[in-house]
């Protein structure tokens, strides 16, 4: 089993940057595939970035690409998103999950879910 606890949620204004962090309890983090999926008010959860297990694949939401950066350190247990260009649209409860199985886009295919962390854009 992985736990997970979202950080570096916060508000900014249009333009700027954060960086999101997960970290993962359990020796088996390395094992799996890791995604940041998130959910704006009134709206379902949609995908935004993925990593393979070993960190060679990476995928993105159209609306992300150029943007966004997915990483993760197998030896700290964390997985990271790097947002700039931050825009007032981007606002949303921000969650990491983790999934045996690539397929970055399904969101139904992530097995271990964190909190989330909320990200407000102001524009």
Not at 15 to 41: E, N, V
Not at 53 to 75: L, M, Q
Not at 86 to 115: F, H, I, M
Request: charged content about 20%.
């Amino acid at each position: 089993q992985v736990q997970l606890v979202e950080s570096g949620g916060g508000l900014v204004q249009a333009g700027d940057s954060l960086r999101l962090s997960c970290a993962a309890s359990g020796r088996t983090f390395s094992s799996y595939h890791m995604g940041w999926l998130r959910q704006a008010p009134g709206k379902d959860r949609e995908f935004v970035a993925a990593i393979s297990w070993n960190g060679i694949s990476t995928d993105y939401a159209d609306s992300v690409k150029g943007r966004f950066t997915i990483s993760r350190d197998n030896a700290e247990n964390t997985v990271y998103l790097q947002m700039n260009s931050l825009k007032p649209e981007d606002t949303a409860v921000y969650s990491c999950a983790a999934g045996s199985n690539w397929y970055p886009k399904n969101r139904d295919k992530y097995t271990y879910w964190g909190q989330g962390t909320q990200v407000t854009v102001s524009s």
